[in-house]
């Protein structure tokens, strides 16, 4: 929340296009992670 506050108070683009990858990268994983856990193919 700060990030995006700051961000726009210095008026920049609120991501790169490498930080657009890396979220990207980081939602997908999250997504099959969750995916997985609630179809039992991994375990905690």
């Known amino acids: ?3 995006v506050l ?3 108070e ?3 683009r609120l991501f790169s296009p490498a930080e ?3 979220l990207a ?3 997908a ?3 099959a ?3 997985a856990l609630a179809t039992h193919r991994i375990t905690i």
């Open 6 to 8: 700051t961000r726009r």
């Open 25 to 27: 990268a980081s939602l």
């Open 20 to 22: 657009l990858v890396l």
């Open 1 to 3: 929340m700060l990030l």
């Open 29 to 31: 994983g999250a997504t």
């Open 33 to 35: 992670g969750i995916v």
């Open 10 to 12: 210095q008026r920049r």
